[in-house]
């Protein structure tokens, strides 16, 4: 599974937005990077409230930030989880992802630096098991 050079930066990017995450309610830190098919990387953490409808995704912060300079064509996802398990984008994020792109390259990794890559059609929606399995936790 071999990366490319704006993948790498973008695992880099995603895992020091990762640790800015303000994530008081669930513990859990993501951090996510789009790249852009012109190369650019936009990078964002989850940011979290009590209330669970106003919490927003790190990718979904990771594409506004793209859209509010200007991208819209996305060629990759990378998604940081806070644990050991892979997390794959939720439903929310995949229905916000499917308006600018169908079914991107997603790079998912552990906190422990774990690497999996496969299209987001190809991924379940829930985070995987520990073992890596594929399957709901």
């Known amino acids: 599974m071999a990366l490319t050079a704006h993948e790498k930066l973008a695992l880099d990017a995603a895992r020091l ?3 800015r995450a303000h994530a008081p309610y669930s513990g859990k830190q993501v951090g996510a ?3 852009t ?3 650019q990387i936009f990078a964002a953490c989850n940011v979290e409230n009590p ?3 106003l919490r927003v995704c790190a990718e979904r ?3 506004a ?3 509010a300079a ?3 064509d996305f060629s990759a996802i990378v998604v940081i989880a806070p644990d050991g398990r892979f997390w794959p984008p939720c439903e929310l994020c995949r229905g916000v992802i499917r308006e ?3 079914n991107p390259r997603l790079i998912l990794a552990t906190a422990d630096g774990r690497l999996h890559v496969a299209d987001l059609d190809e991924l379940p929606a829930t985070p995987f098991s520990r073992d890596g399995a594929g399957d709901a936790p």
């Open 17 to 19: 937005a990762r640790v």
């Open 33 to 35: 990077a789009v790249i």
């Open 37 to 39: 098919t012109a190369g």
């Open 51 to 53: 209330d669970s409808a």
């Open 61 to 63: 912060n990771a594409i």
């Open 65 to 67: 930030g793209a859209i």
């Open 70 to 72: 200007g991208q819209r």
């Open 100 to 102: 600018f792109v169908a």
